[in-house]
């Protein structure tokens, strides 16, 4: 149960279905807006963020030591563009999810949106955590690994050299920083049944509190009559 406050809030939100698609009809253009400008600075800055990702590999294996290769007349070209889309999804978050916080506000009572908006922070800062931890953690053992299944050649035997293709450590490194980002988000997963359970616990109080007085005013009632 709601407070006749709360519900009074929620009524003064209330507008007609096309206010609502003009609404939502904004907030996708300013989102997509924002994720087509950092696509195209990603894209225009593509090679320095390719470099920059190649950092762990080369902390390991040696700038002397550090070859990519591409073997497409487009591979390369195509791994900007990618580049360029995961970087935009990634810088635009904060954007895109504040307009859906803001489309979604207006429908929800103040206790919702106080519970709502540490998810909203919280979400891109464990992503964050989580891709980290894989450029400073887990991808140099991964590159420590792989260089170390190198192979000399000598009497009987071929050399067997590491020789990284530059969409295949994107393609890898995108998979690890999902992957990791999305493990990162338990914390903030678990906690939602406990929010359910206060906001179960919240409307079971105030079920009992309003029988308990319709009870009152009945007892209280009935000596007068």
């Not at 963020?49 to 190649?54: A, F, G, K, R």
């Not at 294996?61 to 970087?87: C, D, R």
Request: net charge neutral; proline share 6%; glycine share 4%.
């Amino acid at each position: 149960m709601r407070s006749e406050e709360e519900e009074k809030e929620i009524e003064a939100t209330k507008a007609p279905l096309m206010d609502h698609l003009i609404e939502l009809r904004s907030r996708l253009i300013k989102a997509l807006a924002a994720f087509a400008i950092a696509a195209v600075a990603c894209f225009f800055f593509a090679r320095q963020i390719y470099n920059v990702l190649t950092w762990p590999y080369i902390w390991v294996a040696g700038p002397e030591n550090s070859k990519f290769i591409y073997t497409g007349l487009l591979e390369y070209f195509v791994v900007q563009l990618k580049l360029a889309l995961f970087g935009a999804a990634f810088i635009s978050f904060p954007v895109i999810a504040t307009q859906i916080y803001m489309f979604v506000a207006p429908g929800l009572y103040r206790n919702e949106r106080q519970a709502f908006l540490p998810y909203l922070i919280a979400t891109p800062i464990f992503f964050l955590l989580g891709s980290m931890v894989v450029y400073l953690v887990v991808w140099p053992m991964l590159a420590r690994f792989s260089l170390s299944m190198q192979q000399l050649g000598g009497p009987g035997q071929a050399t067997i050299e590491l020789l990284p293709k530059v969409e295949d450590y994107l393609s890898l490194m995108m998979k690890l920083i999902l992957a990791f980002g999305v493990a990162f988000q338990l914390p903030v997963i678990l906690t939602l049944p406990l929010i359910a359970l206060y906001e179960g616990s919240v409307w079971s109080v105030r079920l009992v509190e309003r029988r308990v007085a319709a009870e009152r005013a009945a007892a209280a009632a009935k000596p007068a009559e």
